[in-house]
């Protein structure tokens, strides 16, 4: 939400300065790094002070779920690229399409994560539930920051969603266009961040064993 | 807000222009100049009521035992006082009311970077405020965990911990939002001509403050949602029944709230260096150490957060970096007094209220830093800590800086707002009351924590009870005091002397060039950088060269 009024806003100072909206985009972009960054102190800290809870956690997470997942993500990432210098270009089509396709990639995104959560919960692998109160602690605490995490980035995935369907109306309508760009690039920009969070968090839960 | 009484009748200002009338046209304005006074309406409100509940709590420390409340209403209170004040009016106060009002004017623009972001930071701000106060009204009553959260008494406490918790994060994204603002407009919407060294000092310290609201903020605002997530869901975090770490809690707590001081405190430093050379008539002395010790300031305040940990636990080798480098982030602290002790020496210094409010703010300030300094040096600290000392400490820096600097710029930026000047009898009786009973409310409290009265405790010994009762009775006076001048900013809004002129108190900054009060778009011409923000050449030449 904060993200669309973010460069929603600039457009309508009373001056244009594409630099300086993007310079604000940036700027709350950092703020969502750190956002994640006290997460991933966290994890850091727990890891350290439970490595075999983490170990014993991290072997119940499918690796083949998460790999096709950060692809999924990487590829969305690419198209969104793609759009911008399509626009740029003036194929107003075909960068809608590109919007179009990435909202795709973030909706299988979700539905892979989905099951992936679903299926946790039905093996009992949940907050408070009591096959999971019975596990070691630093396992208890590999699945509270497992949800936390994941589920924090799921929360952005969508608000990322909302963003660019916002901005794939505005270049339909014709107010992003060749020649003002800039709200598809911070849009594009917010996306990168979806993704590149994920590059972090794949490893994290998913490979280090 | 009854506008036409406070600018003149039909005039062409930002209190009539408009595209919505009524109160519309204030809530859902993007005028810089608006929201700014939106933010003070709401501020004050917050304000009084925060100084009530401190009021109430120093009421019932007046006789050991029971005076007029229980142990749990007292509880309530003082989480709420620290909540109330931190959370809207500390962090918010400068920035949100003078930076908004006064930052684009100062380098010469028409409105901030992003006007409907700086709209929906108010927004946030009042939503947070209520969310955080909501638990008032709830069976259960409102939180009683301290403005700290700590845990893991916060995820067990059966009173309403949450709303505070999600106010506070309400809370810290309007901070960001300002920040993030601020940091653009100072970046491209400088007036041409104006470089970074041209700025008045003021934009310098929201500079600062704006860099760490957006890099400190997103911490504290994830590790009150973790708090939340575990007492909503029982996710296991920092509960260590789960295996959790309440030291980790406190790390992350601090990581932010200790360069939240700075947010708090580095406007008001800013405002300050405003006011001192205009009623000084004095060019300001060490103008770029002046502005590099806010940098200075918000870059080592950033890395002295364990020394609110001090008897955690921490390593001897930990407790001893950051006992260092809390002396460290004395040092910008300190330069910025000497500047301006050095600009007032030689200068013919006019004792407006502005000025009065400076010169306590100096002496309450100095005193607040150097028992920082002896909160920093780990032997007192392990005595000290937790005690009145501390509180003590917090609010000559807090109250008696931060809060003193605030009605100080009150008075010198209210005849711009308002278009009236204050009053300057009760103004100056406020400031003298004001003074005398924070000093009396507040000193006493030094003593007591030396001789180990422990903060946050609702009843006391009997060898305590005279410095409590003299420190009760300064809370009297300090109130009435801030009653007076309340009241006194609140009449002479609507009926003071009207100040038709620009530039009623001599300022060289460009604030001072536009109408009063400013239009719109704040300037009838188009801004000109012409001269630095302190140039007082022209007094402080010789009396025979003086035009």
Redesign the interface.
């Known amino acids: 939400m ?1 993200a669309t ?2 460069h ?3 457009a ?4 244009r ?1 594409d ?2 909206s993007k ?2 985009m940036w ?2 972009l ?3 790094l ?6 991933f ?2 994890y850091a ?2 890891r350290f ?2 490595p075999e ?1 983490f170990r014993l956690g991290a072997v119940e997470l499918d690796t083949l779920v998460g790999t096709v997942n950060t692809i999924i993500l990487l590829t969305s990432s690419l198209t969104i690229a793609m759009s911008i210098t399509a626009l740029q270009q003036g194929r107003k089509h075909l960068s809608l399409a590109l919007i179009g396709t990435t909202l795709l990639f973030a909706a299988a995104f979700l539905v892979n994560k989905y099951f992936e959560w679903g299926h946790k919960f039905e093996i009992g692998l949940y ?2 539930s009591p096959q999971l ?1 019975g596990k ?3 396992e ?2 590999y ?3 497992y ?2 995490m994941t589920g924090l980035h799921a929360l952005h995935v969508i608000i990322g969603m909302a963003v660019l369907a916002a901005v794939m109306l505005f270049v339909a309508r014709g107010s992003v266009n060749k020649d003002s760009y800039v709200k598809l690039e911070a849009g594009g920009l917010y996306w990168h961040l979806v993704d590149i969070i994920w590059i972090f968090l794949f490893p994290l839960f998913y490979l280090i064993h | 807000m009854a506008t036409a009484t406070i600018a003149h009748a039909g005039g062409t200002d930002f209190y009539h222009e408009g595209a919505r009338k009524g109160i519309l046209g204030w809530i859902l304005s993007t005028d810089h100049k608006r929201i700014g006074l939106l933010y003070l309406g709401g501020m004050v409100v917050f304000f009084l009521t925060a100084m009530t509940f401190g009021f109430l709590m120093r009421l019932e420390l007046l006789t050991p035992g029971r005076t007029i409340m229980d142990p749990q209403t007292y509880n309530t209170l003082f989480t709420l006082h620290g909540v109330i004040m931190i959370f809207l009016f500390i962090i918010p106060g400068l920035p949100a009311v003078f930076g908004n009002f006064m930052l684009p004017i100062m380098i010469g623009a028409k409105d901030v970077f992003f006007p409907r972001l700086n709209l929906l930071s108010w927004w946030l701000y009042i939503v947070g405020g209520l969310v955080a106060l909501v638990g008032l009204f709830l069976p259960g009553g409102a939180t009683d965990t301290g403005w700290t959260f700590y845990v893991p008494y916060s995820i067990r406490s059966t009173t309403n911990v949450l709303p505070a918790l999600l106010g506070a994060f309400i809370l810290g994204f309007s901070s960001i939002l300002t920040g993030l603002n601020f940091i653009t407009t100072i970046h491209r919407m400088r007036v041409k001509g104006m470089g970074w060294f041209d700025m008045p000092l003021f934009s310098w310290s929201l500079y600062a403050t704006g860099w760490i609201q957006v890099l400190a903020t997103p911490i504290v605002g994830i590790t009150l949602l973790l708090v939340a997530i575990e007492r909503w869901f029982g996710v296991g975090i920092f509960d260590p029944n789960l295996g959790g770490d309440p030291v980790l809690y406190q790390h992350l707590f601090w990581i932010y709230s200790h360069p939240a001081v700075y947010i708090m405190v580095l406007p008001g430093l800013g405002a300050i260096s405003e006011i001192i050379p205009v009623f000084a008539r004095r060019t300001i002395f060490g103008y770029r150490f002046i502005a590099f010790s806010s940098i200075a300031i918000a870059l080592f305040g950033s890395l002295v957060w364990a020394h609110h940990m001090f008897t955690v636990g921490m390593s001897g080798t930990g407790m001893f970096i950051f006992s260092l480098l809390t002396f460290l982030v004395s040092i910008p602290s300190a330069i910025k007094v000497f500047n301006w002790v050095a600009t007032l020496y030689k200068g013919s210094i006019a004792l407006e209220p502005p000025m009065l409010f400076a010169l306590s703010f100096l002496v309450q300030f100095s005193i607040g830093g150097f028992t920082g300094l002896m909160l920093g040096a780990l032997a007192l600290n392990i005595h000290v800590q937790d005690t009145y000392f501390v509180v003590a400490h917090f609010h000559y820096v807090m109250f008696g800086g931060m809060g003193f600097a605030f009605f100080a710029a009150m008075h010198y930026w209210f005849p711009k707002m308002f278009a009236r000047m204050p009053a300057r009898r009760p103004a100056v009786a406020s400031w003298l009351l004001a003074t005398i009973g924070f000093n009396m409310l507040y000193f006493p409290m030094f003593i007591l924590g030396y001789m180990g009265m422990p903060r946050r405790y609702y009843d006391y010994l009997p060898q305590y009870a005279t410095l409590h009762q003299i420190s009760t009775v300064g809370s009297w006076i300090l109130v009435a005091g801030l009653l007076i001048m309340v009241y006194n900013l609140v009449t002479s809004a609507f009926r003071g002397r009207r100040v038709t002129e620009r530039n009623p108190w001599g300022g060289q900054t460009l604030e001072w060039t536009v109408p009063t009060p400013p239009p719109l778009e704040n300037f009838d011409t188009e801004p000109a950088f012409t001269h630095g923000p302190y140039d007082y050449s022209r007094y402080e030449a010789p009396k025979e060269a003086r035009p």
Not at chain 1, 12 to 15: C, D, G, I, L
Not at chain 1, 34 to 39: A, E, V
């Open positions: 904060s009024t973010a929603a806003a600039g309508h100072a009373p001056h300065d630099v300086g310079m604000g700027l709350f950092f703020t969502e750190i956002l994640f960054g006290g997460l102190i966290v800290v727990y002070q439970h809870g907050p408070g109160t070691p602690q630093g208890i605490l699945f509270g920051l949800y936390v």
